[in-house]
């Protein structure tokens, strides 16, 4: 049997492309291997997905620990400190919160994560909900959501811009995540 150029050509255009994707992604997740024993941690202790809290860290701070946002979230997860004030004390128990301990790479994803299952646990698993929430803020979804229960936030129904590609984007990163995750044995630098 012989194979045309054309073919040829197609497969060889395939493995180019799977090997700068590949080396894209080492590139630019590099800086996530530092974080992984963390993410993986909590994400295990609270029941979140770890790819999940990744590409939320990724899209959020790049994984810059020293993040700070012209509205005042801090940290790798950028959290507001009011809501990390709430979480810290309200859900985890903690008698002393203060907002430095969100430019610690640990107290910023174990909160982090706990505040995404919190979302996950009150918007029944609905990764766009609970990520329209962490974005555009817990009490505009819900008011978005008792008005049109149907939405999907990838529509353009979304009454944010902002956040609708803020969905959009994570949900891409956490597919890329997925694809490398799934085709590790495949590429051997990752």
Sequence with gaps: MK????VKLSVLLLSVVIVLSGLFAYASFRKAAKYSGIVNK??????VDP??????IKAESNFNPSAKSKKGA???MQLMP???????????GYKDFKEGVLYEPEVNIMLGTYYLKILSVMFKNNTNLVLASYNAGLGNVQQWHRKNPFIEYDSD???????????LRINRI???LKFIENNKKYVFWL
Excluded at 3 to 6: A, G, Q, V
Excluded at 42 to 47: M, N, R, V
């Design 3 to 6: 194979i045309s150029l054309t």
């Design 42 to 47: 909590y994400a295990l202790q609270y029941g």
């Design 51 to 56: 790819l999940l809290v990744k590409a939320v």
């Design 74 to 76: 801090i940290g790798l």
């Design 82 to 92: 009011s809501t990390g004030k709430e979480v810290a004390i309200s859900y985890l």
């Design 157 to 167: 129904e979304m009454p944010f811009t902002e956040t609708k590609k803020y969905v």
């Design 174 to 176: 956490y597919k890329f």
